[in-house]
């Protein structure tokens, strides 16, 4: 059992939770993930370690309330417990030797983004911060971006706050500005990933995209995250989750994030109807 010692709302629907998990704290890096379930009968469902706190051992998830699994973790408040969690999983982003880097997030992957700016101006890196959201309602995390980038462009798509427009537009800004990047790591929506490294392929800019598909053991076993990059079948959860954007068939990992919508729609609504029981 794994206590949760802070908990807040980030947006209407993204929470932030701290836990504690001092064996995951001691040897988590930006861009790993843990796979946790809420109760003893639950799913697992992997998520990215936003942040840790080796000296206090948690380990910091921020996630969008999505579907059933999501909703039962919130509901969860700070003091009671989640049943298991594993981890650190997954290979931690590569950052050494990095001078000049465009971090680009978009809606709840602005989570998995923070932390690889984090640890890069940390580390002494430029870092040039890019986030995108649908409106100023749902921006998250704008004053840890702030005192961690060098630059922070906010987009959101009809301009409620920062700029309007999309983080694409930003970063060709940018680009043909002058900035000239080592490199571009990229966390969002799939669609998102998709038109950043398109863009980032005109300028034969390094890029890489940190991919969350469907993981079920987190162990390359089950094949639920397997990616199709550079022709070769990859899993996510022992191959990632970070890859080279300009090899990833995005189009494929598209269709195939969407194949289980119909469930998870029945999920939510199950949960949803289960938590009015409960409360009425």
């Known amino acids: ?7 807040k709302e980030l947006n209407p629907t993204v929470t932030l939770m701290e836990i504690k998990a001092p064996l995951i704290a001691k040897k988590a890096l930006a861009g790993q993930f843990v796979i ?3 109760d003893d009968k639950g799913e697992r469902i992997p998520l990215t370690i936003a942040d840790y706190n080796r000296e206090k051992g948690t380990v910091t998830i921020i996630f969008q309330i999505v579907g059933g699994t999501t909703i039962r973790l919130n509901q969860k408040n700070q003091g009671e417990f989640i049943e298991d969690i594993v981890g650190p999983l997954g290979k931690a982003t590569e950052l050494d030797g990095l001078k000049k880097v465009a971090v680009v997030g ?17 580390s002494g890196c430029e870092v040039h911060s890019i986030v995108g959201f ?6 998250i995390l704008e004053d840890e971006f702030k005192e961690k980038s060098h630059k922070y462009v906010l987009m959101t798509d009809d301009g409620s706050a920062g700029e309007k427009g999309l983080v694409t537009d930003a970063l ?23 038109f950043v490294c398109e863009l980032t392929r005109k300028y034969n800019i390094k890029t890489i995209a940190s991919m969350n598909p469907v993981m079920i ?3 390359g076993m089950c094949g639920g995250c397997r990616l199709t990059v550079g022709g070769q079948t990859k899993f996510a959860c022992v191959d990632g989750p970070d890859f080279d954007g300009h090899l990833i068939d995005f189009d ?3 269709k195939r994030s969407s194949m289980y919508r119909d469930e998870e729609q029945k ?3 199950k949960a949803c109807n289960l938590f009015k029981k409960e409360v009425e």
């Open 1 to 7: 059992m794994f206590e949760i010692v802070t908990k």
């Open 36 to 38: 946790l379930r809420v």
């Open 106 to 122: 978009g809606g709840v992957g602005c989570a998995i983004a923070y932390p690889i700016a984090k640890s890069l101006y940390d």
């Open 134 to 139: 649908r409106n100023e309602d749902l921006v």
């Open 172 to 194: 060709k800004k940018l680009i043909e500005s002058g900035e000239e990047y080592d490199e571009v790591i990229t966390i969002g929506p799939l669609i998102m990933m998709k």
């Open 217 to 219: 053991d987190g162990t």
């Open 252 to 254: 494929s990992a598209i």
């Open 267 to 269: 999920d939510r609504e």
